[in-house]
């Protein structure tokens, strides 16, 4: 059974940073995409960064030059490096994974940023 599960959400200050984990139970590099989503209240989940089993990495306009995705092979782990932080980054964040065919959901770590 294939799990994800987030950890990292805190409450922060504008300007500040955080690091997101995404714990995935078993080879990370199953996963043809990986990648961080993220849900404010009342809007649509939307994608903040991916990245592929080839180490290709994409990224939202409104993060770019502020977060990074990074992975641990060794820890089978998926991080979300944020920095810069910005009270519209405030959302629960949901690490993804997409393999065979079969997307992957975490439950969620919620990030506020707010002074």
């Known amino acids: 059974q294939v799990q994800l599960v987030e950890s990292g959400g805190d409450l922060v200050q504008p300007g500040g940073s955080l690091r997101l984990s995404c714990a995935a139970s078993?080879?990370?590099?199953?996963?043809?995409?990986m990648g961080w989503y993220r849900q404010a209240p009342g809007k649509e989940r939307e994608l903040v960064a991916g990245?592929?089993?080839?180490?290709?990495?994409n990224y939202a306009d409104s993060v770019k030059g502020r977060f990074t995705i990074l992975r641990s092979a060794a820890e089978n782990t998926v991080y979300l490096q944020m920095n810069s932080l910005k009270p519209e980054d405030t959302a629960v964040y949901y690490c993804?994974?997409?393999?065979?065919?079969?997307?992957?959901w975490g439950q969620g770590t919620q990030v506020t940023v707010s002074s």
């Open positions: 990245i592929s089993s080839g180490g290709m990495t």
């Open positions: 993804n994974g997409y393999m065979y065919g079969q997307v992957y």
């Open positions: 078993g080879d990370i590099f199953r996963f043809n995409t």
